[in-house]
């Protein structure tokens, strides 16, 4: 008997139309969808008109229900993985399956879609050539505090997920632990309250009144080699460096004087 496939399909991370033609034809064929939430995942086949049998995949279940999952694929069934919004196995359940599927030669299948670390990366104006990807920060304060060692030294752009009710603590958190760093937050991607917040944290954190809604961090790497480089040019060529990444005068500023450790004052007097 063939055995059946599983495909990982990514879903909407807010706005419902964020899936793919591929991602509904997927859903509407397989023999089964494993979701993360049941209820979550039905709103999404009821708008698109999706019967299909679910049965739940969640982090607390994810050992006992892979073994009923991989025997399914064994006798044949196709399958269609789903977490409660974006791509399965990030920061979601998925890879224990996956590597059970592997060990059963079971053929694996991405059906790609809206993923929120991409697409706030990619709308933040940092460095998108070179990122990190951290997922949540650990609870667990030892864990917590031996991450931020590792994060201190990140040279690439640093994506991390949180909780809305965690946002503001995290963010006073890196504040302590990397020092008063550029970071851009975004807000509910592809939501109605869809926003973006830049600059340093201290000012970011007073534009987060309200932490109700999603939000994914990015904090600028610390750019060790570059800074370096960087303080070897004219104070006009440093200036024209973080120009052209987009940034605004009274940012340069202070980017530059936090580069060269001197005070603001000094660095303006070039520009007047
Ligand atoms: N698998 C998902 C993906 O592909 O992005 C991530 C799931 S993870 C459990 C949930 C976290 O992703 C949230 O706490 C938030 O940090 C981020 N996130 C998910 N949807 C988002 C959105 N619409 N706007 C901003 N952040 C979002």
Do not use: W
Not at 146 to 151: I, N, P, T
Not at 193 to 206: L, P, Q, T
Request: glycine share 4%; aromatic share 8%.
């Amino acid at each position: 008997m063939n055995k059946g496939k599983l495909y990982l399909v990514a879903t909407p991370i807010g706005n419902l139309e964020d899936i793919t033609f591929r991602a509904i034809k997927t859903l509407k064929e397989v023999d089964l969808i494993a979701a993360e939430d049941t209820r979550q995942t039905l709103k999404l086949l009821n708008h698109y008109e999706i019967t299909k049998k679910l049965y739940s995949y969640h982090r607390h279940s994810e050992e006992t229900k892979t073994d009923f999952l991989i025997e399914k694929l064994n006798e044949g069934q196709s399958i269609a993985l789903v977490s409660d919004a974006g791509t399965p196995a990030i920061s979601d359940p998925g890879e224990e399956i996956v590597k059970k599927a592997i060990e059963k030669n079971i053929e694996i299948i991405p059906i790609p879609g809206a993923c929120a670390l991409i697409n706030a990366l990619i709308t933040s104006g940092l460095n998108t050539r070179e990122f990190s990807f951290y997922g949540f920060l650990p609870l667990n304060k030892k864990l917590r505090n031996e991450k931020f060692e590792v994060l201190k030294k990140e040279e690439k752009t640093i994506i991390l997920y949180e909780a809305p009710h965690r946002i503001l603590t995290t963010l006073e958190d890196i504040l302590e632990r990397l020092g008063d760093r550029y970071i851009v937050i975004a807000k509910e991607l592809t939501k109605i309250h869809e926003n973006f917040y830049r600059g340093n944290i201290s000012e970011v954190i007073k534009k987060v009144e309200s932490p109700k809604g999603e939000y994914v961090i990015l904090i600028e790497g610390e750019e060790i080699k570059q800074e370096n480089t960087l303080n070897n040019l004219s104070v006009e060529e440093h200036y024209k460096y973080y120009e052209k990444e987009g940034l605004e005068k009274k940012e340069i500023i202070k980017k530059i004087a936090k580069d060269r450790k001197v005070n603001k004052n000094e660095i303006y007097q070039h520009f007047i």
